[in-house]
């Protein structure tokens, strides 16, 4: 298995951006593609964003695609959101998660290692 704590969260106004980091535990994390997801007060946990294993291909859901960008740097175990041109509708509390499959995978279930969730609050 794979411990994941994301860090890097906190609040900042809109227009502004944050960077958002997951450390992964193991020596095993290059064989995890790895996603972004957030979930705000009363909402279902979305997609944000999803790299492969090997960091060459990137997927982003339409709200944040322009915005945001996911790297990883497998060397030190640690994946990436970098966050521009942020929203109020962004706030949320993000959550980084890793999954075996090569496919690209969007839903929760498809993920089966999380990390705690970072929060995310951005003001008007």
Known sequence: QVQLVESGGGLVQAGGSLRLSCAASGRTFSSYA???????PGKERDFVARINRSGG???????V?????????????TVYLQMNSLKPEDTALYY??????TAWATRS????????????????
Do not use: H, L
């Open 34 to 40: 790895m996603g972004w997801f957030r979930q705000a």
């Open 57 to 63: 291909s990137t997927y982003y859901a339409d709200s």
């Open 65 to 77: 695609k322009g915005r945001f960008t996911i790297s990883r740097d497998n060397a030190k175990n």
């Open 96 to 101: 980084c998660a890793a999954t075996t499959r």
């Open 109 to 124: 279930y498809e993920y089966p290692y999380w990390g705690q969730g970072t929060q995310v609050t951005v003001s008007s």
